[in-house]
Every structure is written in C-alpha cells, then in structure tokens.
C-alpha cells in the first residue's frame, strides 16, 4: 500500500469534519474521492499533507507512520499535491514556478552559490513538465497573466515538479469552463498512467470515467468506496449524494 | 533588469567610483570623500538587509543590533587584544552569528509585523544593556577605539590613512559584498527567498523547510550588517549604543524603501539619498528630517516601489 | 522593600497602565478597523501635550487645555486621515506603517521648528498639586487625578462601545469590515470619524499626562513603542487585549524600575519577547 490512513479525525471546535475515517491507496492506482460540499475532503487532504494536524488516528505512506509530519517532510518523501484554490507564485513566471518544483528534487537545491538551473536534468524536467501541461508557449507570461484554465494546470503542474510518487489533486475543474475542463481531463487521465493518484473532483461523469476506485465521504465519515460500478449501483450512495445534486 | 546590464551599470559604476577620489581634491574633497565613505558602509548593511526585508519579505526592525555587535566586537578588540581589522571582523562575525542564530530562531517563528517588533524587542534589549552596563560597554560615554590597521603584523601593516586609503578599502568591501549578493540572489537558494516572499506556504508544500531557509537568509543579512558596523567604528574610531538604537534600524527600512526593496542597488541609492540629501539640508535647518519625512511620504503615497521600482519597467521583483 | 514602597509602584503602575491604554486602545481600534498600524499615534499624542501645554500656559486654565488640545488635535487627525491614510486603503498593512512612520518624522522635527528643542512643564491647578496620604502612602494628588480621569475616559469609551450604535459598528468594523458595507454602512466615513476620535483620544492622554512627565520632542517616540508593545502583545486589533497589555505593561515598566535597577527598562522587551514566543500572535489573537 502507498497511502494507509485509518480512523482519521479531525474536529474544529464541536464539528466533527473527519469522523475516524480509512482507507487505502494502492500503487498505480486513481482514486477518487467524492461527497457533498461540506463532507470534509479537502479537510481530508489538510490532514494527510500536514497542513492541519490529526485529532486521532494514524497515516502511514509508503510504509512509515506519518502522521504529524510537517508538510515539507511529505512533500520530501514523495507526497505531492494540488490545491482547489490557486496557490502559486502569481508574480513569477510560468517557467519560474515550475523551475522552483523541479529545483525541490535536485541535489544542492538551496545552494547559495551554484548556479543549479543551467543543469541540463533541470532544463529538460522543466521543459517536460511545461509539455505536459500545455504551457510551453506561455513560459515566459507571469502566473497571474496567465487565463484561469491555464492557471488550473499551473496548479497541478507545481505538484508534479517534485517528482511524486503519489499527487493529491483538489478539485482541478473548480471554477473551470466545461470546455476548458474536457483538456484537465485529459491531462489527468494521461498522468494517471504515470503516477498515483487521489483525487476530489464534483464532476461525477469525469471521476466515473476516469476512476480505477472510489470513495463516498458524508459529514466526515466514509458511506462507500468500490469500483465505479459498485458506487453507481450503491443505494446509499443514490440517496444521500447522487440524489442531492 | 537583466543580469548583463546589471553587471555593465556595476563595473561603470565601480571604476567611477576608483577614478573620481583619485583625481582628488580636484573632483572630490575629503568632506565628500567622507560622506561617500557613510554612504558605501550604510550601503553594506543596506545589501544585506535587502535580502531579507526585500527578497525574503521579513521586515526586520532590529538590525541596528548587529550594526552595533560590529561596533563594540571592534571596540573590544581593539582595545583589549588587536587593532587588525581582519582579526576583528572575523571575531564581530562570529559573535554575530552566535546572537543571531538564537534571535534569527525565535523571530522567524513569526511573520509579518510580528516579526517587526519582535526583532526590534531583541535588539532594543541589547541597546538597553549598552546602555546600562557601563563598566563594560562606557555607557553613554561609549568607548574611544584606536586606530584599526589592516595588513600582517610584524611584516608590514597600514592604518589606512584617511579618507583616501580608508575610503578604498571601503569601495572594495561595498564592491565585494555587491557582487556576493548578487550571486545569492540569482542562486537557487534567492529564487525560493523570492518564493518564501510571494507565498511561502507553496513553498514548504514543494518540500522545503521554510523556516530553515528564513534563519538562512536573516544569518547572511546580518553577517553583512556586522561588517558594515565594524567599518562604522574603524572610521568613527568610537563605538556608542547609538549605533543599536532603533532609529538606525528605522533608518535601514527608510532608505530601502525609498530606493526600491527587493532590487540591491534600490537600497544602497536609497541610502545615498538620504545620506547626502541630509548632508546638504543639515546646512539649511536642523530640522532637516521633517523634508526627508515628507519626501518618504510622498514616495510610499505615489511610488511605493521606490526609486528603481519606479523607474523600472520589469520592477516585479519589487514589493 | 516595605509595603509602602510597593504600593507606590504598583500605583505607578497603574497610573502608566491607565495612560497607555488610552493610547494603544486607539492604535488598536485604528488597526481593527482600518487596517492600518498607526505609528504616527505617538505623534498625535505628543501633539497634544504640546497644544495642552501652549494652552494652558496662555490661558493659565488646566481644564480649558483638556478640552482643546483633542480638538485641535483632532483636526489634524482629519487631515492625515483624509489626506494620507485614504489613498493607501487596500495596499498590504506594512504600507500604512511606513507611511505613518514618515509622518512621525515629520511631526517630530515640525514640534521642534514651533517650539524648539526645550522642555517644558505644565503649571497644574492649586487643587491638584500636592500630596496626599493613606495607610502610610504618600502619593501625589496629580498622579491620583490622572489616575481617576483615565479611568473615566476608559469606562466612557466602554459605554460607547459596548452600549451605543456606533461602538457596534466599531465592533463589527474590527471583526468583519465586509459585513459592515453589505449592511449598507459608509465605512471610508466611519474609518475617518474612528481615526479623528482615537486622534482625539491620543491627544488627551499627551494633555493629561503633560504635568506629570514634562512634555519634549521625543515623547512621541517614547510612547509609541511601547504602545505598540502593548498592541502586539495583547493581539493585533483586540481592544481587550489592549487593555490586558496595557496593565501588564505599566506594571512591567514600575516594577522593573525597582527591582532591575540599572536595567529597568529592559522589563518590557523581556515581557514582549516572552509572550510573543509562547502566543506568537499575542494574548487575544484576532479571530480569523
């Protein structure tokens, strides 16, 4: 298992956002996670990457126990992720931002004297990166010129800077058009293929699509997790989410 | 500014800088070889506070602190041990640093205006203790330091006669830490001090350790404030806890902003301008700060970027 | 140290506490409400103890120079607010503070332009000069006055506060500024009326204390700091906190005095810097 959690909780003074919950990630696998607003996903996402600390329960990733890590620790180890609301470098470049995620996997990466970012493994992890995302041409625009679609993979692309073993992604069509969504889309479904990945998404055709497992979260507890299958034919499911939409 | 220009204006600069003293007293007289010699030791400490208050975003009003640990480091020395100015200045970095680890640690863990004052509360402490303990330190009265010498002793040592002579060993230090700073900004290690800036919690999400990297940047800041200070005392010959007040700390903030934070050379034109503007209305009024006051005004109302911010087209580096 | 002595100090205390809280009580307000870190407050205040001064000694009436000095004062407060503060309304707050920083120094070469680098002290009225006594205190009626007429003033701007229409909008404005407009409210006018009031207030405090302390072109700058100190201590924007801080400060500073002699007023930088490393937001954060 890459990712174990089990029976996470968290509270913010009498509300209960994360209600011991567990589950697992395996190698290789995407993951969606899927609830109402309010049922404590991107909570759940704060606690794993150690932004907010655990009130109980345990997180171990790729077989160590993890859980109070500060989030640089995680992101060290291999754990990356993206967040819903854009959390960039606006005033610096596209090129700059991703430079920066590459730069946290290089050896002397905060050297005050060598001059790290003519490396040729740098410049060309940039450069795949910057292909990946579809930002190539756009390189040298500052982030916060950048359209909001592009901004939205800028997001993601900062998380797969730091080389991941597994990518936690926020909601990566939040606030996006249909049209620009159907290419972060694709994107996701190509990266699956490369990398594990836990996702939070609202779009219940694009996790169906791209999903190999899915989990239910409601009022902080897990409702459901199975293939998109067993979630689709879930009664509880029905009723509680799908049905509240 | 892009990197090639940059260095051409600094070369111009610098070879200005050597060539206008030596056709002294013709061009410069040693009154204005003294106050170039103020402006290029404030412009010292005025790189090295850019690159935490400009690049790094931490604010610090405590700086005097360590422009005064240079000070008295020198004072100590100079009257206890050796007037060699290298020996001094290694000596005031290492005390320098053993401060500020322990202030750099508990400061950084605040941000903001927090950080403000919490540096300011650590360096007034010293002031106050400069102030105070008067068996060690003179009080008041501060301490008269014999003339500092540079060379290798029992071979052959120079007291630098002044101004000529000091003022070249200044340019040479300014020059030194110019092109040091220069370097760390453009290296790896100044583009995540850009970052921390801009948004450090992205930062430690990427996988560095922020706060490590924040101690980093205030331990080479300092260290350069330090040298300033021991230049200070070797050419005032005298330390007082003056040198620790808050007011030189305020003065850091006033003339970075002025010139244009987060840019190097801003701060060091910043400091200038204040430096010889006061000069000159020194002469007008005492008062003369009430037009540096309003000229500060008018500069955060209508070019908070300051004087390069302003001129520059691509200023996004400043604040 | 007998009993005596310490009550002394703590009265001083007190009397220093109560001061300060009138000063950091208007920084804070301004901070809460404006957003903006006032470090021009300590000017104001030595302002008034300059125009209470020049009043009173014209006059030779003490009480007439309470009642001008905020006004006057309070005109000037308008100013810079109209003038300076408004156009910076949405930039980060460290422009604000460096703002206001530029107008201290103006003020303070500006008071020695007027008056001169002198000292001065204020004549106090026949009724409050002297000494009174009790359980073996000696304590000087003036410092008692002050003592009293802060105390007044501080239970006055609670009432405002905590009982009127206006003080709810402070204490929404210093919660929540975006409520406060979705409710209809002009807040630019409310931020100039708060910052002409806490002006006005600062002002008096420098009125009051005039007799007390001299009045010098440095009593800006001697009360801001330590004015801020007890803003930050008590938590940015929180008027409770500002008036924990101030006591624990005036205590601080009295106490320190005795027991740190030769140091003494290292006892606030030890107090600030511990309580910033174990609340690094101070003892009332602001609610975010």
């Given at each position: 298992m890459l990712l174990e959690v089990d029976s996470l909780a968290k509270s913010f003074g009498r509300l209960r956002v994360l209600d011991r919950l567990s589950f697992n990630v395996k190698e290789g696998e995407l993951k969606a996670i899927i609830g109402p607003n309010g049922a404590g996903k991107t909570t759940l996402f704060n606690v794993i990457t150690g932004r907010y600390h655990s009130d109980g329960g345990r997180i171990r990733f790729r077989?160590?126990?993890?859980?109070?890590?500060?989030?640089?620790?995680?992101?060290?180890?291999?754990?990356?992720?993206?967040?819903?609301?854009?959390n960039f470098f606006f005033k610096l470049s596209v090129l700059e931002n991703i430079r920066l995620s590459v730069q946290s996997t290089i050896k002397n990466r905060t050297s005050i004297w060598r001059d790290a970012f003519n490396q040729d493994s740098v410049k060309d992890r940039v450069d795949e990166i910057m292909e990946w995302v579809e930002l190539r041409e756009l390189a040298n625009e500052l982030a916060r010129n950048l359209s909001y679609g592009d901004q939205r993979k800028l997001e993601i692309a900062l998380a797969l800077g730091t080389g991941p073993s597994l990518v936690m992604l926020d909601e990566p069509t939040s606030g996006m058009s249909r049209f620009e969504s159907q290419s972060m889309i694709h994107l996701v479904k190509a990266l699956s293929s490369r990398v594990t990945i836990v996702l939070i998404e609202h779009d219940i055709e694009f996790v169906m699509n791209v999903s190999d497992s899915i989990m239910v979260m409601h009022y902080g507890q897990k409702i459901a997790e199975g293939t998109p299958q067993e979630i689709s034919g879930n009664q509880e499911v029905q009723d509680i989410y799908l049905g509240g939409l | 500014m892009n990197t090639r220009t940059n260095s051409i204006l600094l070369a111009v600069g610098a070879a200005i800088l050597i060539a206008l003293p030596l056709a002294s007293p013709t061009f410069i007289s040693p009154y204005y070889l003294d106050l170039m010699i103020k402006v290029l030791i404030f412009g010292i400490a005025l790189l090295g506070y850019d690159i935490l208050a400009g690049y790094t975003g931490l604010v610090s009003l405590g700086h005097a602190l360590f422009f005064g640990v240079g000070g008295y480091c020198t004072a100590y020395m100079a009257?206890?041990?050796?007037?060699?100015?290298?020996?001094?200045?290694?000596?005031?970095?290492?005390?320098?640093?053993?401060i500020g680890i322990v202030v750099g640690y508990f400061s950084t863990q605040t941000k903001d205006i927090?950080?403000?004052?919490?540096?300011?509360?650590?360096?007034?402490?010293?002031?106050?203790?400069?102030?105070?303990?008067?068996?060690?330190?003179?009080?008041?009265?501060?301490?008269?330091?014999?003339?500092?010498?540079?060379?290798?002793?029992?071979?052959w040592q120079t007291d630098m006669p002044r101004p000529f002579a000091f003022y070249i060993l200044v340019l040479a230090v300014f020059l030194v830490s110019y092109w040091v700073c220069h370097r760390v900004i453009k290296s790896p290690f100044g583009q995540i001090l850009v970052a921390i800036r801009e948004n450090e919690e992205r930062v430690s999400f990427l996988g560095f350790n922020v706060r490590w990297l924040k101690i980093k940047s205030y331990m080479i800041s300092i260290s350069l404030t330090t040298v300033a200070g021991v230049l200070f005392a070797a050419y005032q010959d005298f330390v007082s806890p003056g040198m620790i007040h808050w007011t030189i700390s305020g003065d850091f903030i006033?003339?970075?902003?002025?010139?244009?934070?987060?840019?190097?050379?801003?701060?060091?034109?910043?400091?200038?301008?204040?430096?010889?503007?006061?000069?000159?209305?020194?002469?007008?009024?005492?008062?003369?700060?009430?037009?540096?006051?309003?000229?500060?005004?008018?500069?955060?109302?209508?070019?908070?970027?300051?004087?390069?911010?302003?001129?520059?087209?691509?200023?996004?580096?400043?604040? | 140290m007998d009993i005596a002595t310490l009550i002394t100090t703590i009265l001083h205390g007190l009397t220093l506490g109560m001061v300060l809280m009138l000063v950091a009580g208007g920084l804070t307000i301004i901070f809460g409400m404006l957003d903006v870190l006032n470090f021009a407050h300590g000017s104001l205040y030595m302002l008034g103890a300059y125009m209470g001064y020049t009043v009173a000694a014209a006059t030779g009436n003490f009480a007439l120079a309470l009642?001008?000095?905020?006004?006057?004062?309070?005109?000037?407060?308008?100013?810079?607010?109209?003038?300076?503060?408004?156009?910076?309304?949405?930039?980060?707050?460290?422009?604000?503070?460096?703002?206001?920083?530029?107008?201290?120094?103006?003020?303070?070469?500006?008071?020695?332009?007027?008056?001169?680098?002198?000292?001065?002290s204020v004549e106090l009225p026949q009724v409050l000069r002297g000494i009174v006594s009790f359980f073996g205190v000696y304590y000087p009626k003036y410092r008692l006055f002050v003592l009293g007429f802060a105390a007044l003033l501080a239970v006055t701007i609670w009432?405002?506060?905590?009982?009127?229409?206006?003080?709810?909008?402070?204490?929404?404005?210093?919660?929540?500024?975006?409520?406060?407009?979705?409710?209809g409210i002009n807040t630019r006018r409310v931020f100039t009326v708060v910052f002409v009031a806490c002006s006005a207030l600062a002002a008096i405090a420098g009125a009051v204390v005039a007799p007390m302390r001299t009045v010098y072109p440095q009593m800006g700058v001697d009360i801001i700091i330590d004015a801020f100190i007890v803003v930050?201590?008590?938590?940015?924007?929180?008027?409770?906190?500002?008036?924990?801080?101030?006591?624990?400060?005036?205590?601080?500073?009295?106490?320190?005095?005795?027991?740190?002699?030769g140091f003494s007023d290292a006892a606030i930088y030890i107090v600030m810097a511990a309580i910033l490393l174990l609340k690094p937001s101070g003892l009332i954060p602001e609610s975010t």
């Open positions: 077989g160590k126990d993890v859980t109070g890590e500060k989030p640089h620790v995680l992101a060290g180890m291999g754990l990356a992720r993206s967040f819903q609301i854009n | 009257t206890q041990y050796t007037t060699n100015l290298v020996s001094v200045l290694l000596f005031a970095l290492v005390v320098t640093w053993l927090f950080f403000v004052f919490l540096t300011l509360a650590f360096a007034q402490f010293f002031y106050l203790a400069a102030f105070n303990l008067t068996t060690i330190t003179g009080g008041d009265n501060g301490i008269t330091i014999p003339k500092m010498t540079l060379g290798i002793p029992y071979v006033l003339m970075s902003v002025l010139g244009g934070m987060g840019t190097l050379i801003g701060p060091v034109l910043g400091g200038a301008i204040v430096l010889l503007l006061g000069d000159w209305l020194s002469s007008i009024t005492e008062n003369w700060m009430i037009f540096i006051g309003g000229f500060f005004v008018l500069m955060i109302i209508f070019a908070p970027n300051g004087i390069v911010g302003f001129f520059s087209r691509n200023g996004r580096n400043g604040k | 009642i001008a000095a905020p006004i006057l004062v309070g005109v000037i407060g308008f100013l810079i607010e109209f003038f300076t503060i408004r156009p910076l309304y949405g930039r980060p707050p460290l422009h604000h503070l460096l703002l206001t920083f530029g107008l201290s120094l103006i003020a303070q070469n500006a008071i020695k332009f007027v008056w001169g680098n002198d000292i001065y009432y405002v506060i905590t009982r009127t229409r206006f003080g709810v909008v402070i204490r929404a404005g210093t919660e929540d500024i975006e409520t406060l407009e979705a409710h930050i201590i008590g938590g940015l924007g929180s008027i409770r906190g500002a008036v924990i801080g101030a006591l624990i400060l005036g205590q601080a500073i009295q106490l320190g005095a005795v027991f740190l002699t």
